[in-house]
T-cell receptor, first 116, second 112 residues
Framework: NAGVTQTPKFRVLKTGQSMTLLCAQD?????MYWYRQDPGMGLRLIHY???????AKGEVPDGYNVSRLKKQNFLLGLESAAPSQTSVYFC???????????????FGDGTRLSIL | GENVEQHPSTLSVQEGDSAVIKCTYS??????FPWYKQELGKRPQLIID???NVGEKKDQRIAVTLNKTAKHFSLHITETQPEDSAVYFC???????????WGAGTKLIIKP
């Protein structure tokens, strides 16, 4: 049982290049999230999904796109990378959230992305 | 939108002493209050959470208290140990939109 797996772990891109970050979870969770974490800051939500085939914007969605074609996978795409997107990207998943209920999020190990 | 602040930003305590980190939020609709621990270079991990209908919750050396009237909740760690050194984040949830709003983090340093 691997939990949440992110690939790749590290990547260096040049400005304008594109790439896709993959997140896979084996816990049968309905909800999945993509965050970015910049030095000295908390996590900021980029996009999230509450089920297969659905996605929604978070706090900082500009410059990113996502897809959830399969329940276990959540892809984050950068169409034209910019230096401001240099960050550590975390994927997380959680089971169905009931009104007022707990929402433990399980995180992957992160992807360290540098844009030159 | 929700405004979340953590205090202090850095906390240094002697091993064996207690540590308290406070998180204030602005949206009265917040209904779920977790604390996450992130060790250097690692993933965030949930250490304790509390729901809005509960005032306090304890798990061994860790406790969380909630004051909904004042809109703050606190993390309490007793008998601190070296392995408690990490950055701690609060991340209250607003309403039913599944989004956690993360604080900037508190770096806890345990002095031997």
């Amino acid at each position: 049982n691997a939990g949440v797996t992110q690939t790749p772990k590290f990547r260096v891109l040049k400005t304008g290049q594109s790439m896709t970050l993959l997140c896979a979870q084996d816990m049968n969770h309905e909800y999945m999230y993509w965050y970015r974490q910049d030095p000295g800051m908390g996590l900021r939500l980029i996009h999230y999904s509450v089920g297969e085939g659905t996605t929604a914007k978070g706090e900082v969605p500009d410059g990113y796109n996502v897809s959830r074609l399969k329940k276990q996978n959540f892809l984050l795409g950068l169409e034209s990378a910019a230096p401001s997107q240099t960050s550590v990207y975390f994927c997380a998943s959680s089971s169905i959230v009931r009104q007022g209920g707990s929402q433990p999020q399980h995180f992957g190990d992160g992807t360290r992305l540098s844009i030159l | 939108g929700e405004n979340v602040e953590q205090h202090p930003s850095t906390l240094s305590v002697q091993e064996g002493d207690s540590a308290v980190i406070k998180c204030t939020y602005s949206d009265s609709a917040s209904n779920y209050f977790p604390w996450y621990k992130q060790e250097l270079g690692k993933r965030p991990q949930l250490i304790i959470d509390i729901r809005s209908n509960v005032g306090e919750k304890k798990d061994q050396r860790i406790a969380v208290t909630l004051n909904k009237t004042a809109k703050h909740f606190s993390l309490h760690i007793t008998e601190t140990q070296p392995e408690d050194s990490a950055v701690y984040f609060c991340a209250p949830r607003v309403g039913s939109n599944y989004q956690l709003i993360w604080g900037a983090g508190t770096k806890l340093i345990i002095k031997p």
